[in-house]
């Protein structure tokens, strides 16, 4: 859902403006960290977790947020500042993960995510200014819109380019990598018998990691090709992905082996069930 809404909130951020798509953002991801926790069966906690939260963070994803503060840089600051911009999604995993661990195990997963929703309703004054700040200076958002191009003519421009397709596939490889780390990586510790404190401080590491790698993607582009930077940074993730699941985990060598790894995952999953 979070892949699939992109596009529809990029057509809306053309034709109203990406604070405007900001705001339903924050709108939307506030619901749902304060409804979820109250669902009380599969329907409610899929409409919002499944689709208000992924809706929500779509409103909030990168493309939206760099059109909402590039008309504040200048060219040469672009490539710099989307690298600090990108960056920032590792403090959550970096600053937030351990404490969000800690607050769950002693307040529980309604307080943990009602005080989640806290720094997103923060983010509403900050988006109205740029909003008006934009409109005064008379910020052109929505140019394709005025230019009367219809969405048909812009997919069949894109994908005519062979560029465009390259970079799609590229991206969609990186949501796809990064989809499975933020997920997964955290619960599939879990069922190998890993603690939770170790299992938050590695995802600590993964967010520091990643605030240090945008920042210097970001510089590289400044200064080579960004097609090389982003053809090695891909290339690194490859030999680090096959590395990481040539390795054994250690953790097994000393547990009690289950039959299957589905199975540990079934218990897993039934035990978070009953709590």
């Known amino acids: 859902m979070y892949g699939l809404a992109q596009p529809f909130l990029g057509i809306l951020a053309l034709k109203k403006s990406n604070a405007f798509v900001i705001l339903l953002g924050i709108g939307l991801t506030v619901a749902g960290l304060i409804l979820t926790p109250l669902c009380r069966n599969r329907l409610s906690m899929l409409l919002l977790f499944g ?13 939206i947020v760099m059109g909402a503060v590039t008309p504040f840089l200048g060219e040469k600051q672009a490539a710099i500042v989307s690298g600090v911009v990108q960056a920032s999604a590792g403090i959550g995993d970096a600053l937030m ?3 969000l661990q800690r607050m769950s195990d002693s307040f529980g997963i309604r307080a943990t995510m009602s005080a989640t929703a806290i720094p997103f309703i923060i983010m509403v004054p900050v988006m109205i200014w740029i909003g008006m700040t934009n409109k005064k ?4 958002t929505n140019q394709i819109a005025d230019e009367n191009i219809s969405l048909a ?3 069949r421009e894109a994908f005519a380019d062979r560029n465009y397709r390259r970079i799609l596939i590229g991206f969609g490889t990186c949501g796809f990598n990064m989809s499975i780390i933020e997920s997964h990586l955290f619960s599939q510790y879990i069922s190998y018998g890993i603690e939770k404190s170790v299992a938050s401080l590695t995802l600590t590491v ?4 990643t605030m240090m790698g945008a920042v210097l993607s970001g510089y590289l582009g400044t200064r080579f090709s960004m097609k ?8 690194m993730r490859v030999i680090i ?3 990481f699941l040539s390795f054994p985990n250690p953790q097994l060598l000393h547990l009690p082996q289950p039959d299957c790894l589905v199975c540990a995952e ?3 999953f039934r035990r978070l069930q009953a709590l």
């Open 51 to 63: 689709l208000v939260l992924p809706l929500g963070t779509t409103g909030l994803c990168f493309g």
């Open 97 to 99: 993960s351990p404490a």
């Open 137 to 140: 200076n008379k910020v052109v």
């Open 153 to 155: 003519a812009m997919l």
């Open 206 to 209: 993964y967010g520091m990691a």
């Open 228 to 235: 090389n930077v982003l053809g090695t940074l891909y290339a």
């Open 241 to 243: 992905s096959l590395g």
């Open 266 to 268: 079934t218990q897993l």
